[in-house]
Nanobody
Framework: QVQVVESGGALVQPGGSLRLSCVAS????????VEWHRQTPGGQREYVAS?????????HYEDSVKGRVTISNDNAKNTVYLQILNLKSEDTAIYYC???????????WGQGTQVTVSS
């Protein structure tokens, strides 16, 4: 079992920035990649970015966020961060962390953290 907890969501003004955190605990030895997704109000959950756990792989970004989003690891804290710059109203969403593991159930989702961009 892997426990996944996101944090860092907040109400921010347009143009601001945030750093979201995804902390993994439990049986972390089987984690190989961590993804960030987001779900807008009334919308579907969409992929944002991913990276290898503990820097074991190359970061990847969805085209619409390239240049504004950075995904990174803090190996000592078993944490993957998602930094978002120049926040826009369309970034308003619940941001979820999805941890991928080698064995069933093959992935674990966190409960999400709310990001609201509004003046």
């Amino acid at each position: 079992q892997v426990q996944v907890v996101e944090s860092g969501g907040a109400l921010v003004q347009p143009g601001g920035s945030l750093r979201l955190s995804c902390v993994a605990s439990g049986n972390i030895s089987g984690i190989y990649r961590v993804e960030w997704h987001r779900q807008t109000p009334g919308g579907q959950r969409e992929y944002v970015a991913s990276t290898g756990f503990k820097n074991s792989g190359v970061p990847h970004y969805e085209d619409s966020v390239k240049g504004r989003v950075t995904i990174s690891n803090d190996n000592a804290k078993n944490t993957v961060y998602l930094q978002i710059l120049n926040l826009k109203s369309e970034d308003t969403a619940i941001y979820y962390c999805n941890v991928l593991v080698f064995q069933a159930p093959y992935h674990y989702w966190g409960q999400g953290t709310q990001v609201t961009v509004s003046s």
